[in-house]
Nanobody
């Protein structure tokens, strides 16, 4: 079974930066894509960014330019570099992995809090 472990969350001031990491381990098959989602209290879980197996990336308009998603295939790790953080970015950030066998895996989440 595949496990995803996120790290890198914390408390930062508006305008600051954080880098989230998500390490995948276990019996992993070929990865179609990995993604970051986020969820604020009382709100739905929203897609933030994706990176596909061929390296293509997509971003939600709210984070475009400010955030960068990347992968380290050798380490089975996906990153989310977050710059120019805003209070509206405050949420629990979840790592997501979509495997080629149509299995989907989620991390436990890491808290990001941005103070005004």
């Amino acid at each position: 079974q595949v496990q995803l472990v996120e790290s890198g969350g914390g408390l930062v001031q508006a305008g600051g930066s954080l880098r989230l990491s998500c390490a995948a381990s276990g019996s992993i098959s070929r990865i179609n894509y990995m993604a970051w989602y986020r969820q604020a209290p009382g709100r739905q879980r929203d897609l933030v960014a994706t990176v596909t197996s061929d390296g293509s990336t997509n971003y939600d308009d709210s984070v475009k330019v400010r955030f960068t998603i990347s992968r380290d295939n050798a380490k089975n790790t996906v990153y989310l570099q977050m710059n120019s953080l805003k209070p509206e970015d405050t949420a629990v950030y979840y790592c997501n992995l979509n495997a080629d066998n149509r299995r989907i895996y989620w991390g436990q989440g890491t808290q990001v809090t941005v103070s005004s």
